[in-house]
């Protein structure tokens, strides 16, 4: 298998520790709901932290790793990767990001989307005004919230929470939002 491009990977979660010693990895996921994280068969490991790979020339070394275990432990998740069997091996690796292949998530559900699907996307209010691009997608606890703004210069208008009160439709096809939402608000 060729190594992917960083473009073409979804950077789901980062290293914190090792878990025991069998080298298990103790994994802070960036969703609450690590689903694409836990079934996943396979992962790419990227040991330049995304702050200096983005402030550097240097391109990030890409390691792929099959995954023999990933489950739910405390609220981080805990992965055991095939190669990595003992506590220094898994310490070594520390600091890591981890990537998955966007192809390999599983299905979402009805009413359901992947955040980084969503990036990208036009939103529409009711009436046809264009509202921003979608720039990033966080969690407040209570809900999703979806920054708009212009993606060419990255800056964010609004903030806007992603409730079915305010979502009417997502054409992941066409990227396009539909919310029922005004632009001066």
């Excluded at 992962?43 to 739910?72: D, F, G, H, N």
Aim: aromatic share 6%.
């Amino acid at each position: 298998m060729s190594t992917p491009s960083l473009e073409d990977l979804i950077e789901l979660g980062s290293i914190q520790d090792a878990q025991g010693l069998r080298g298990q990895l103790k994994v802070r996921p960036y969703s609450s709901d690590p689903v694409a994280l836990l079934s996943s068969k396979t992962v790419w490991l990227s040991l330049l932290p995304r702050m200096a790979a983005a402030q550097t020339s240097v391109k990030p070394s890409l390691e792929l790793y099959q995954l023999k275990q990933a489950k739910m432990h405390s609220g981080t998740v805990v992965i055991t990767l095939d190669g990595v069997t003992d506590r220094d091996q898994a310490l070594a690796l520390k600091g890591a990001r981890i990537l998955v292949a966007r192809d390999t998530f599983p299905k979402a559900e009805a009413d359901s989307y992947y955040w980084v699907d969503l990036i990208g996307c036009d939103a529409i209010n009711l009436q046809g005004v264009n509202l921003g691009q979608v720039l990033d997608v966080t969690e407040n606890g209570a809900h999703g919230v979806i920054a708009l703004g212009n993606l060419g210069d990255g800056t964010t208008k609004q903030l806007i929470p992603f409730v079915k009160d305010v979502v009417q439709s997502v054409d992941l096809s066409k990227k396009l939002i539909t919310l029922d939402w005004q632009a001066d608000w």
